[in-house]
Structures are given as structure tokens and as C-alpha cells.
């Protein structure tokens, strides 16, 4: 990769980043996230494009349905003073993310404890064609990515309690809480595209 004239060791950049306390954690899954788990990539940083397709439109669009949110259902929202029975955003990410992020990390610990075979099925779908974007390696960073963005959120959640309420932090909450959302219905696709797939394969066996 070259910055100007400079020619840069992208796998060192990323032994960097890696060392970097939280962030380094955050941007290894996200890059890996965006070069969409391809085993040849783990050691490239993403392409811009990737960024965008992968994370960064969807972002995009939960940003502005923040603002929207905020903007135009102000009255809703939990407010100290004004509004001390509205919508806490803040309140609502903290008290559900914790319990999905644990049934995350179960879901993610039992697919490893899994006898090599279901890894084998999972791949013999990718190489026979029946799904060219369907892949082990594509699955754990599904996986994992959501389970990133959750610990991301918990923190930032937390952080944005110890500050006063202002439009600032209202956004920041709601982007939190619709991005957590956003990743939760991913998950639950990957988990049902997962097993959805598998039984088409073991039906399409059995005819």
C-alpha cells in the first residue's frame, strides 16, 4: 500500500493498530469484517470501498435516522428536566446489549465446539457454488463483528452517562441503540441463513 511516495507494510501497520488498548481490538474485527472474512485478506487492510459497503453505509444511514429521531421526536425522548419519563436511550442500550452480547458469545463458543465436519459443510457449500458468498471464515467475522460492535456500545454508553444531557449525547445514545439493533438483525439472519442453507444442503442429500 502506498501513502504518497511512500510505500507502507500493511501487515505491519495492522501489528501496530493491534497494539493500540481498545481500538486495536475494534479496528482488527471491523477490517477483518469489511475484507468479508477472506483468509488471503487477514493481513491487508480493507479497501476504502469495502469500508463503505461493509460498515460505513450502514452507519451512515442509522446516523441520519438518529437525527431524525432526535430532531423531530424531541418531546419523546428523555430529558432530566423536561422530560424525565421519555425515552432513555442510554438506559434502554445498557439494560439489553448486556444479554445479547452474552447469547452472542455462547452462540459463537458452541460453533467452535463443534465437531470439523460442520466446518467442512460449511465451506463444501462455498466450493461446490451452491452459495459463492457462504463461507466458515465469512460466518466468524458476522459473528464476530456484531459481538465488537456491542462491547463498543456498552462503553460508550456508559461514557455518555457521566456527561449532562444535551442534543449531543441524545444523538450519540440513538445512533448507539439503533446501530446495536441494526447489528442484532444481521446476527439473527446469519444464524438462520446458517441453518437455513445447511438443511437445503442436507435435503438436496437426501432427494
Request: hydrophobic residues 55%; charged residues 10%; glycine residues 6%.
Amino acid at each position: 500500500m502506498k501513502v504518497g511516495r511512500l510505500d507502507v507494510n500493511q501487515e505491519n501497520v495492522l501489528k501496530w493498530l493491534r497494539s493500540i488498548p481498545f481500538f486495536g481490538a475494534v479496528f482488527l474485527v471491523a477490517n477483518f469484517y469489511s475484507n468479508s472474512g477472506v483468509l488471503t485478506k487477514r493481513k491487508k487492510i480493507a479497501a476504502l470501498f469495502d469500508w463503505c459497503k461493509r460498515i460505513f453505509f450502514g452507519m451512515f444511514f442509522t446516523l441520519v435516522l438518529s437525527l431524525g429521531i432526535v430532531v423531530f421526536l424531541q418531546d419523546g425522548l428523555f430529558h432530566p428536566t423536561y422530560n424525565p419519563t421519555g425515552l432513555d436511550a442510554t438506559s434502554v442500550a445498557l439494560s439489553i446489549f448486556p444479554s445479547i452480547l452474552g447469547f452472542g458469545i455462547g452462540v459463537f463458543v458452541v460453533i467452535f465446539a463443534l465437531p470439523n465436519q460442520f466446518m467442512e459443510k460449511v465451506n463444501s457449500i462455498k466450493s461446490k457454488g451452491i452459495n459463492k458468498t457462504f463461507g466458515a471464515s465469512l460466518m466468524v467475522v458476522d459473528m464476530a463483528y456484531p459481538l465488537m460492535v456491542y462491547a463498543v456500545i456498552l462503553m460508550g454508553e456508559f461514557i455518555i452517562k457521566l456527561f449532562q444531557t444535551s442534543l449531543l449525547t441524545q444523538v450519540i445514545s440513538v445512533f448507539l441503540l439503533l446501530y446495536g439493533m441494526l447489528m442484532t438483525f444481521d446476527l439473527i439472519s446469519l444464524i438462520f441463513m446458517t441453518a437455513y442453507t445447511l438443511l437445503a444442503v442436507q435435503a438436496s442429500r437426501n432427494t
